[in-house]
């Protein structure tokens, strides 16, 4: 590639797995982030290398976030706040950091003549779909959680600045990422529960909702590939496995790699983890395969890998 490029929530889980392949490649990658969960140590590795550089910053700060792109050939925009459970909580966090956020990083864009934007958006822009797999093209979108309709928005601003200021845009609907360094979701969760407590694990709602899973350097690949392969004005691609794992089959993992027996499963009750979740999701990964991508891990070994490696094994 060899290119100028922002990764925005770079020093995040999917984020600094992108700067390692961004570096890797040749690319010179500039990470803006205001460490709210992002870590610099998954960046340490580095700080030696002159193609990297590190700023921080608050997407809620319009005037550094102008000075901080400019002359990019490309953002990539994954600074969010990702955790989809809090929306029956917290009513205005993504109003904040995932819709105002993204509009600041198009108007930074805008003002400095930057035409190329990739963002992570999520299999909650579909809501409750009918059709499973759920391919792109599916409609009504009509997105259950505060997160998805803020993802949605997201997507909406995007391809509409696109075509006002004649930017590109790839989208990524993602199903559950996970691997190293990750730092949220049911693989944390799970562990942190079971290290609390190992005789039994809480799982949230009747433990059969089934989703798919895909491994973070999957994950990775796909959108650099897909990237490699189209340029449409709005170019969409979801990205995910081909098969779903259930949240009690997580959790047997889990229990096996850390090496437990005899623990209990406690099951909070109802089809779904929270409001807003869905008992089943899976994406069609049709369109992005037709161009020749395809995931190396299914959920389950996606998922045995991104434990084995949160527990350091
Ligand atoms: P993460 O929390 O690890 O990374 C997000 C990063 O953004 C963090 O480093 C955080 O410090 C930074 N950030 C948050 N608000 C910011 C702000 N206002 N200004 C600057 N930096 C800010 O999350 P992740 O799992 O790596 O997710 C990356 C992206 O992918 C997000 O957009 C998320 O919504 C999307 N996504 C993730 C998944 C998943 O399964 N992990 C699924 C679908 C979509």
């Known amino acids: ?98 819709i105002i956020a993204t509009y600041n990083v198009l108007e930074a864009m805008r003002v400095n003549g930057l035409s190329n934007i990739a963002f992570t958006s999520t299999s909650t822009v579909y809501g409750e779909a009918s059709l499973i797999p759920t391919p792109e093209n599916y409609g009504p979108l009509i997105p259950i959680s505060l997160y998805g309709a803020s993802k949605l928005s997201c997507e909406a601003l995007i391809t509409s600045y696109c075509h006002t200021f004649d930017m590109k845009s790839w989208i990524f609907r993602f199903a559950n990422i996970v691997g190293p360094r990750g730092t949220h979701g049911i693989i944390v969760d799970f562990i942190n529960k079971l290290r609390n407590n190992p005789d039994s694990l809480e799982v949230l709602g009747d433990g059969k909702q089934r989703k798919s899973y895909l491994h973070v350097s999957d994950c990775v690949d796909a959108i650099l590939f897909a990237m490699e392969k189209s340029s449409d004005m709005a170019n969409i691609f979801n990205i ?28 909070t009750g109802g089809s779904r983890g929270w409001r807003g979740d869905v008992p089943v999701m899976m994406l069609s990964i049709d369109k992005i395969g037709q161009l020749g991508w395809k995931p190396s891990y299914d959920s ?9 490696s949160l527990l350091g094994k």
């Open 1 to 98: 590639m060899n290119k100028r490029i922002i990764v925005t929530g770079g020093a995040g889980f999917i984020g600094s797995n992108l700067v390692d392949r961004l570096l890797s490649e040749g690319n010179e990658a500039t990470v803006l982030d205001n460490l709210s969960a992002g870590r610099m140590e998954f960046l340490e590795h580095h700080t030696e290398n002159p193609d990297f550089k590190f700023i921080k910053v608050d997407l809620l700060e319009p005037e550094k976030l102008k000075k901080a792109v400019k002359g990019a050939d490309l953002i990539f925009h994954l600074a969010a706040n990702p955790d989809v459970r809090l929306g029956a909580e917290n009513t205005g966090i993504y109003l904040q950091q995932n």
């Open 240 to 267: 995910g496995s081909e098969d779903t794992i259930s949240a009690t089959g997580i959790g047997e993992i889990i229990v096996e790699e850390m090496g437990l027996e005899n623990v209990e499963f406690k099951y």
């Open 300 to 308: 389950e070994k996606s998922v045995r890998d991104a434990a084995r």
